[in-house]
């Protein structure tokens, strides 16, 4: 496995950046262990322990039982680059600050931006 990334190399990067992209990291984690937990349901069922399942087993084992993930949509809740960048200028117009749960919900961001439009 690669090495995580560490964001404090950039030391000069906006406060929202540093949020994103911890949030974004967060979420990444909490996908793999669902995906960790997933895979053990699967192999389980065969009565094998996860550690010793070779990736061509693993790989057989799905496409004979035709198991499909799940669809993990847990980046797709977040807001969009556009909407995130027009809340902030419009935050800069109005004098005010965009809310920090307006950037964990694309709908929160949604209604954010209908109600302070000008």
């Given at each position: 496995m690669s090495q ?115």
């Amino acid at each position: 496995m690669s090495q995580p990334f560490d964001i404090r190399q950039f030391p000069g990067l906006p406060p929202e950046v540093v949020k994103a992209f911890e949030a974004q990291q967060f979420e990444l984690a909490v996908e793999g262990e669902h995906r960790k937990v997933w895979g053990s349901q699967i192999f389980s069922a065969i009565a094998q322990p996860i550690s010793k399942i070779t990736e061509a087993l693993r790989t057989a084992v799905i496409r004979r039982f035709k198991i499909v993930a799940p669809h993990f949509t847990v980046l797709s809740d977040y807001p969009t680059s556009k909407q995130v960048s027009f809340a902030e200028r419009l935050a800069r117009a109005k004098r005010r600050s965009v809310p920090d749960e307006c950037f964990r919900s694309r709908e929160l961001m949604s209604r954010w931006i209908d109600s302070n439009r000008f």
